[in-house]
């Protein structure tokens, strides 16, 4: 019984040590500009087609806070959104370029978060 109790719990941390190496842009690399994105060996296209993505995620298709102060609650920087007009969406602070499963290149905002959400 004992032998079992600890293959779950090896197991266990064993998933957790992979989540928690994979990093925020597994198989990609995270850029703030497409300066940095040359610099990181990509090509002009592949730079502008992944950083529109990006920011097309980042202040169009997201899920808006509905108001600034909700969104500053958990991210540093907000700015308002492309569609809707009294939505806020976080700031990203670069682009994961990362190769997708047909080969090409796309780009997905990456965020930062501060503290945790304290209610009062």
């Given amino acids: 019984m004992k032998i079992v ?27 703030a500009n497409a300066a940095e994105c040359r610099a990181a060996s990509f090509d002009a296209a592949t730079c502008n087609a992944a950083l529109a993505a990006g920011h097309r995620k980042a202040y169009r298709d997201q899920a808006p806070f509905g108001t600034q102060d909700a969104c500053l609650r958990d991210h540093p920087r907000c700015a308002p959104h492309e569609a809707v007009a009294s939505g806020f969406v976080p700031v990203p602070r670069g ?13 997905t905002p990456v965020y930062e978060r501060i503290g945790q959400r304290i209610s009062n």
Avoid: K
Avoid at 95 to 106: E, H, K, L, Q, V
């Fill in 5 to 31: 109790i600890f293959t779950f719990i090896a197991g266990l941390l064993g998933v957790m040590g992979y989540f928690f190496l994979q990093g925020e842009c597994p198989g990609g690399v995270v850029v």
């Fill in 95 to 107: 682009t994961c370029i990362a190769r997708t499963g047909s080969g090409g290149f796309d780009g």
